[in-house]
């Protein structure tokens, strides 16, 4: 018979799995310095600090009532985010979605708010003038140049019928959702802009949530609610996701002339079966010239479309091993995003889930499959989290990708059930090291320290000072706009790209960035994060590199296009060449 | 990574342990997923109706007649929280404790108020009973895997180090703090701990079904590492005693697709979902 193992042996097993990280961090990083040189002279200091208030930013959070008022589903998801450059001043301006309460008709909730950016640290609401203070409930949005005229278009899921406002490019906006025929049906969540077939103007993928009424779903509460799926840990909670009729979501194919067709059925992504979609992420995983979707599903199994080139998507969620944890079971998907966070070139994927559960890194195998490699690359210490927003941002400016989750518990009453997690929750900021994740632990008076309820997150460098910064919507409260302060040594550069052949937003553009030895690949993503929208600059750090080597944008019309030595620390502004011949993506 | 001497050598026995001595490893677990489970997002059943049967009946005349009967509120509480009736339950514990603090007692209080979702009442008591009795195994396991719950790996991780340290063949909670190891990324200390519960002889259903799910967990770390030709030869071998083990099949999936035996990964994959479509409904979030 053996004796099981002493304290003090695994010890040393501890050592050797400290010596194993420490291989991964040498083999991992895309940064020289990671590779045996030494850093670059300074090290970071990260600092996030919350500016709303001096920003004159108002908005307050209206959810479906507070504590045990939430009687329904739809008190718990929460708003998303958006940033848009609406005026085309070269700074991100910001538009929050409001939600409303049952009691209240439809259509009359709290309006959603345009803050025009002002360019000295201040916002000033402009949504009145702008004509987008929609007054459905509303959770998501997602930003795009429908028409590709140059300005950037927003498009919000509701409760009730969906909106597409194009902008007028005169700083309003017009309601076009019944002549694009983009209302929808459903509960719309996160919605994503890309170009599916390739044809210069961009498609949308809509997820949609629960086919919801309250007539059909039981309060909680009621005797109606006595059901296993009114439940959370033995606890009555609001019924659902499961147990109640999932939505479908809505692929629409963009006409070109101002009008959508509704394409679910005939490009393969119905399901006769819906998914409980609430993050949406549309990304060429593949790397086969064309924009795959992945969605985040509650409590079921997630979706990855992948693109067949031809119009239609296959789901190869199972053979892809994205759809599900490493153990083969269904998580409560929230928000997901899509970057090349460790440097090997290609595109991998997180999932934010519910509590008492792992956020879901997906390691992409060389775009055929993916391993979840969440406990190893380090999501183990934020397990009573339960998370939403997420995004890969260089936040130190280092030249790696980090992680920023938000967090908040979806019901009010756990603060009293003693398990472990609470309503109110940190954000968290997770450093990349070497291809492994650490969370970065925030000083008192950082941004980072307070605890909210946080759904949506945005990112964007909105001061354009070189560093990527944060707004965070809370539940029943403000949001947080948390400006990076951080005292960062290294090097930047933001690329802004506009297509001219390809869409004009370039969704669908890749750009592979090499300075100093090393090389960082960024996508132009379409959505991402939990029903929000971020900065359409792709933001690359540096680290210590004085310069960039190479530029090389591979655009979505599969044009190659390459530029030598960019001076660093630049927002630099990209235009499709029109009259390159095509040169296949490699 | 190299391989550690221990690890191979008993990778080694796995891969060649005859069918017989698999079998009788899983011998308790041919339902699915039967192994005791360190999963997230626990979900107790709903309350139960009413036990009021004829013994429930006569205890609480007895306690009617003398309020002060230990014995008689311990009884009532045991029957009250089998019927998960645990409010009340805990009312008699709690009454059975004053009269008279007994280790059992105590620990019968912190279960029903684990059950009940009371999890700060549950780890205060767990800690009173260890105030007396350091050394009382059933509490460190209890108290490790609440700590867990509770978001205290730390202290999780230590009290399941003591409940083996006062008992060293202690397999169940050797199983447990494997899972906290492996939820957390821990492999080289899970992968120990599962392989040292392979090789201690089951002496009780539950102890069998951790060794076999032992076996499972191995072979998933395994696959995690990207080490999946002797992963998938176990799960095979584990799929042919237990056709129906939904997470062996996933896994093995995860194995031949790293092996670019695809075809075969589908089937599995599609065996698994057919496994996951047949669960009921416990809770509105999974």
């Known amino acids: ?391 890969f941002q260089d936040f130190d400016r280092d030249g790696d990708l980090d992680l920023f989750i938000a967090n908040g518990h979806t019901y009010p009453w756990v603060d009293e059930s003693g398990m472990g997690t609470s309503f109110r929750q940190r954000d968290h900021l997770f450093i990349n090291q070497g291809g492994r994740f650490k969370l970065f632990s925030p000083p008192v008076d950082d941004g980072l320290a307070q605890v909210n309820s946080s759904r949506g997150a945005a990112f964007a460098d909105f001061d354009n000072d070189g560093d990527v910064d944060i707004v965070v919507t809370t539940m029943d409260d403000s949001a947080v706009l948390l400006r990076n302060d951080s005292t960062l040594p290294g090097h930047w550069l933001m690329v802004q790209l506009t297509g001219t052949v390809s869409n004009r937003d370039a969704v669908g553009a890749r750009v592979i960035l090499s300075a100093g030895g090393s090389s960082q690949l960024r996508e132009r993503k379409g959505g991402g994060s939990f029903v929000s929208s971020s900065d359409p600059r792709l933001y690359f750090g540096l680290g210590d590199a004085v310069q960039v080597d190479k530029l090389e944008i591979f655009w979505p019309s599969g044009q190659k296009q390459v530029i030598h030595d960019v001076p660093v620390d630049q927002i630099l502004k990209v235009t499709e060449p029109r009259d390159n011949p095509a040169a296949p993506s490699p | 990574m190299p391989f550690h001497p221990f690890r191979r050598s008993c990778f080694k026995l796995i891969l060649t342990m005859t069918a017989t ?93 684990e059950a009940a979702m009371h999890l700060n009442e549950a780890q205060a008591t767990f800690k009173r009973i260890l105030a007396t009795s350091p050394d009382h195994e059933q509490t460190l396991r209890r108290l490790g895997n609440l700590e867990l719950e509770m978001g205290h790996k730390e202290a999780a991780i230590d009290y399941l180090w003591q409940a083996i340290q006062t008992r060293p063949r202690n397999v169940m909670a050797s199983y447990d703090l494997a899972a906290i190891y492996k939820f957390y990324g821990e492999y080289e200390e899970a992968t120990d701990l599962y392989q040292t519960i392979v090789r201690i002889e089951p002496r009780s259903a539950e102890e069998q079904a951790a060794r076999a799910d032992s076996l499972y967990q191995i072979a998933a770390i395994e696959v995690a590492r990207g080490k999946s030709e002797q992963a998938e030869q176990v799960l095979a071998r584990l799929l042919e005693l237990v056709p129906d083990h939904p997470k062996a099949h996933y896994t093995r999936g995860q194995a031949l697709m790293q092996l670019d035996r695809t075809e075969e990964a589908q089937r599995e994959f599609e065996r698994h979902a057919l496994l996951l479509r047949q669960r009921p409904v416990t809770s509105g979030m999974e």
């Not at chain 1, 692929?251 to 067709?261: A, V």
């Open chain 1, 1 to 391: 018979m053996s004796a099981l193992p002493s304290r003090q042996r695994t010890s040393g097993i501890h050592a050797a799995g400290r010596t194993f990280a420490a291989l991964l961090l040498l083999m991992a990083s895309p940064m020289p310095w990671a590779r045996g040189q030494d850093k670059p002279a300074g090290h970071p200091k990260i600092m996030f600090r919350d500016v709303l208030s001096e920003a004159g930013i108002t908005y307050h959070n209206v959810s479906g009532g507070t504590g045990n008022d939430k009687a329904w589903l739809t008190a718990t998801i929460g708003c998303g985010v958006a940033w848009i450059d609406y005026d085309l001043d070269g700074d991100m301006d910001l538009y929050l979605i409001n939600g409303s309460t049952h009691d209240r008709q439809p259509g009359k909730g709290e309006p959603n708010l345009l803050y025009r950016n002002d360019g000295d640290g201040r916002f000033t609401d402009v949504t009145a003038q702008a004509g987008v203070g929609d007054r459905s409930w509303g959770f998501g949005v997602a930003v795009g140049d429908v028409d590709n005229d140059g300005d950037p278009d927003l498009y919000i899921t509701n409760l009730e019928a969906n909106v597409l406002f194009r902008n007028n490019g005169d700083g309003t906006f017009s309601d076009i959702t019944a002549s694009a025929g983009v209302a929808g049906t459903g509960w719309g969540s996160s919605s994503a802009f890309f170009d599916m077939d390739g044809d210069g103007d961009l498609d949308l993928y809509v997820g949609n949530y629960i086919d919801f009424s309250t007539l059909s779903v039981p309060r909680k509460g009621t005797p109606e609610a006595d059901k296993p799926y009114c439940q959370f840990m033995g606890i009555p909670s609001v019924c659902g996701p499961r147990g109640l009729t999932p939505a479908q979501d809505i692929l629409y194919r963009n006409n070109g002339d101002g009008t959508f067709t509704d394409v679910t059925r005939e490009a393969g992504v119905f399901l006769e079966i819906p998914r409980y979609a609430l993050g949406v992420v549309a990304t060429d995983l593949d790397m086969d010239g064309d924009m795959d979707i992945y969605v985040a599903n509650d409590s079921v199994s997630n979706s990855l479309w992948k693109n067949n080139g031809d119009g239609t998507f296959t789901d190869t969620g199972m053979i892809s091993m994205t759809a599900l944890s490493a153990d083969g079971k269904p998580q409560a998907g929230m928000g997901t995003d899509a970057a090349d966070f460790d440097g090997d070139g290609w595109i991998d994927l997180v999932v934010t889930n519910f509590s008492h559960d792992l956020n879901t890194i997906y390691k992409s195998v060389e775009g055929r499959f993916f391993l979840d490699q969440s406990s190893v690359i380090g999501m183990g210490p934020t397990a009573m989290s339960l998370s939403w927003g997420v995004s």
């Open chain 2, 21 to 113: 001595a698999l079998l009788l490893t899983l011998a308790n677990c041919r339902e699915k997923d039967s192994a005791p489970t360190r999963e997230p997002l626990p979900a107790p059943p709903a309350t139960a109706g009413a036990a009021e049967t004829p013994q429930v009946e006569a205890l609480r005349r007895t306690i009617a007649g003398n309020p002060d009967d230990a014995r008689a509120h311990q009884a009532l509480g045991r029957i009250l929280s089998e019927a998960e009736q645990h409010q009340e339950a805990i009312q008699h514990f709690e009454r059975a404790v004053q009269l008279s603090p007994t280790t059992n007692g105590l620990f019968n209080l912190a279960i029903a108020f």
